[in-house]
């Protein structure tokens, strides 16, 4: 690391809360994973993961997101027949597999999640294509927290959305009421040092001030 990386990386640190370790940990050096160790990841730590992540935001704290852990043998190989080429080895391997799904009937929770507005529910009662859409966008919203969540943690994730939904949905929500949404590879990395960071857009690229 540079002096000027080292410089700039301190400037940032002190313009937010988070400090740079922990800024570090969650996005600087945190990078998607495509081998893990055999160190398993338990129940506990998933559960962990999920009590600090799910006070993320949504709409109406509405939340979709469900998520099933895949650890037999049986389950990685049914899945796997439905993953691109390469999303399959990697997912045979890895500790454990997340599979989330959004649930496409969230509606029903909302006069408990959101009481401050129990009628929230009759906007998407009568609505399929509106409960969809949202389950969709807020559910990414939860997985995109379970990943932070997941890094917190001191693992590494590594997000797929390289298969066929339909399938996915056909061999483990063959009711239709839940969605595939994201296949999450989880473990403590194997590779012998991180790959190059991908080029992001700079702020003045995406950020327009009217």
Known sequence: MTQTTRTTKRAQAHRLVLDATAQDLLFRQAHTVDRFTDEPVSDETVRAIHDLVRHGPTAFNQQPLRMCLLRSPESRTRLAEHLSRSNREKTVR???TAL???DNE???RLPDQFPQFPQ???LFSGNRSLRERSALFNGALQAAYFIIGIRAAGLAAGPMSGF???GVN???FPDGHWSALLVVNIGRPAESGPRPRGPRLAYDEMCTTL
């Open 164 to 166: 066929d939904a339909d």
């Open 94 to 96: 890895a500790p454990l």
């Open 170 to 172: 056909r061999a483990f």
């Open 100 to 102: 989330l799904a959004v």
């Open 120 to 122: 929230a529910a009759d």
């Open 106 to 108: 969230f509606q029903r």
